[in-house]
T-cell receptor, first 112, second 112 residues
Framework: GEDVEQSLFLSVREGDSSVINCTYTDSSSTYLYWYKQEPGAGLQLLTY?????DMKQDQRLTVLLNKKDKHLSLRIADTQTGDSAIYFC????????????FGQGTELSVKP | EAQVTQNPRYLITVTGKKLTVTCSQN?????MSWYRQDPGLGLRQIYYSMNVEVTDKGDVPEGYKVSRKEKRNFPLILESPSPNQTSLYFCASSPRLGWGYTFGSGTRLTVV
């Protein structure tokens, strides 16, 4: 079946790196995404990775993809208090109308 | 500014009183979709549309209707709202199936 799993909470100190992990089940997914949700706000697309890539770097963000283990991670370098939010991993299911399957979200808390 | 606009942002209504949540995008996107977000259940797709006059059910369509008469608009209709439809609703659009979803800011609906 389709399922995306993430740990629920992560707490780091300002300036440290944060690593948020995600596992997915659909090996046919072509695009995998990371979204950020701040309190009272919508979902902001942070970054994405194609399934034929192993890594993607975008400023402070690094996405690593292990297709064999169906494991996706998001690393935030030099984490700031403004990075405190809920982070969602998502995959696209093309055989089901292109819907996004979201993980439960990881709440990142950054302490000064 | 490229965006997905939902209205209203907040709505409190009574059981059985028909309501419509509007969604409009100014990016000429073909694909639009509605999701609801509930604690412990994450984000689930309600309906999606691949183009004008083409709509299909997502995972939780019961109690909802949609229409896509124009490319830019994708309203969500609750003909007879019930308390179990109390939720945070998001509209999303993308230029093509499974790619680069942009989300609206959300509509928090309470049905009493």
């Amino acid at each position: 079946g389709e399922d995306v799993e993430q740990s629920l909470f992560l707490s780091v100190r300002e300036g440290d790196s944060s690593v948020i992990n995600c596992t997915y089940t659909d090996s046919s997914s072509t695009y995998l995404y990371w979204y950020k949700q701040e309190p009272g706000a919508g979902l902001q697309l942070l970054t994405y990775i194609f399934s034929n890539m192993d890594m993607k770097q975008d400023q402070r963000l690094t996405v690593l993809l292990n297709k064999k283990d169906k494991h996706l991670s998001l690393r935030i370098a030099d984490t700031q208090t403004g990075d405190s939010a809920i982070y969602f991993c998502a995959e696209t299911l093309y055989n089901q109308g292109g819907k996004l399957i979201f993980g439960q979200g990881t709440e990142l808390s950054v302490k000064p | 500014e490229a965006q997905v606009t939902q209205n209203p942002r907040y709505l409190i209504t009574v059981t059985g009183k028909k309501l419509t949540v509007t969604c409009s995008q100014n990016m000429n996107h073909e694909y639009m979709s509605w999701y609801r977000q509930d604690p412990g259940l994450g984000l689930r797709q309600i309906y999606y549309s691949m183009n004008v006059e083409v709509t299909d059910k997502g995972d939780v369509p019961e109690g909802y209707k949609v229409s896509r008469k124009e490319k830019r608009n994708f309203p969500l209709i609750l003909e007879s709202p019930s308390p179990n439809q109390t939720s945070l609703y998001f509209c999303a659009s993308s230029p093509r199936l499974g790619w680069g979803y942009t989300f609206g800011s959300g509509t928090r609906l309470t049905v009493v």
